[in-house]
């Protein structure tokens, strides 16, 4: 029997790339100098894609794939693919939830330790001989035993706050309803007063057309000059720009970011800002759950092409 016909949109771990080559005719998006004319030559005979959360699969590619049943999404946000699209033509599309949301919730932790207590400065004091030279480190703010603030109470975000917990942390939370196991920690209807309400924002909302931009400048001013702001999530869930601003205005004390505008290009004014923590979009970036969430991606390929349930259909 010949193998179905994939496109991949861009690079996967080593340890996924060859059996998806042993199982499927692999066409590589990310590769093509003229995507265009790739599409055209070999759209018409893709049967699924195999995307990333960042990259997902866009309305002009899905159109190229008239033959397409499936997209499998390599992350748990699908945000980057075009669900309207999808609906339109029957074509399901699957993610990789749970397997990722410890490695996440930990980055969220210790990128909120690290930037409260300043420990990547701290690392360059003690490298360069500042110590030595200027005496002990700046001091800085306490993490623990603050109000935490969590915007989207997923899977992720119960992890985040999980975390907290054990830090002593004062929990609150905006999400679209009040969660009934979660009666320790205070529902928020409002997620400016969330804001309002904390020292340390933690967004971990689901990217949506709802959601684009909820973190805004009046939220900013509502966490305020001593508050603090950590994106594990998506960069349109927050004004970059009107961030930046706070940032440089220190209307904001800092922000510790794994997702980005435009990302892998950063806007340089963050370069610029001794305020912040930046990660490439790196939540999800160990050996074990990247193994994981490569597994899951390619047994919902090989579920659909085996005539079965999907395992985490998301529509
Ligand atoms: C990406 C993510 O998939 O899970 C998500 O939604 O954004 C990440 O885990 C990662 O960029 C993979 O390359």
Redesign the pocket.
């Known amino acids: 029997m010949s193998k179905p016909h994939i496109l991949q949109m861009?690079q996967l771990p080593e340890w996924d790339e060859a059996p998806l080559h042993d199982t499927y005719q692999v066409h590589r998006y990310y590769d093509a100098p003229d995507k265009g004319a790739f599409l055209s030559e070999i759209g018409p005979g893709i049967k699924a894609i195999a995307t990333?959360?960042?990259l997902g699969a866009g309305a002009d590619v899905i159109a190229a794939c008239p033959a397409l049943e499936i997209i499998s999404?390599?992350?748990?946000?699908y945000d980057a693919v075009d669900l309207t699209a999808c609906a339109a033509r029957g074509i399901a599309v699957t993610?990789?939830p749970d397997v990722?949301t410890d490695d996440c919730a930990d980055l969220a932790l210790g990128m909120w330790l690290a930037l409260s207590r300043g420990i990547v400065a701290a690392d360059a004091w003690a490298r360069s001989g500042d110590w030595a030279l200027k005496g002990g480190f700046p001091l800085q703010h306490r993490a623990c035993s603050k109000r935490a603030g969590i915007l989207g109470l997923g899977r992720i975000g119960m992890a985040v706050a999980r975390r907290l917990q054990g830090f002593g942390m004062q929990i609150s939370y905006n999400a679209r309803t009040p969660r009934a196991d979660c009666a320790d920690w205070q529902f928020v209807a409002s997620a400016t007063e969330l804001a309002t309400q904390c020292d340390v924002l933690f967004v971990t909302l689901a990217a949506t057309a709802q959601t684009r931009h909820i973190v805004n400048a009046s939220m900013l001013d509502a966490l305020g000059p001593d508050g603090l702001l950590v994106n594990i999530s998506r960069a349109q869930n927050i004004d970059e720009g009107a961030l930046l601003d706070a940032l440089e205005q220190g209307r904001l004390r800092g922000a510790a970011l794994d997702v980005f505008e435009g990302e892998p290009q950063l806007n340089p004014r963050f370069a610029r800002l001794g305020n912040v923590l930046l990660q490439p979009?790196h939540?999800?970036g160990t050996f074990e759950t990247r193994r994981a969430?490569g597994q899951l991606m390619r047994d919902n390929l090989a579920a659909h092409f085996a005539g079965k349930p999907l395992l985490t259909q998301v529509q």
């Open positions: 861009g990333r959360g960042d999404v390599f992350g748990v946000g993610n990789t990722l979009h939540a999800s969430m």
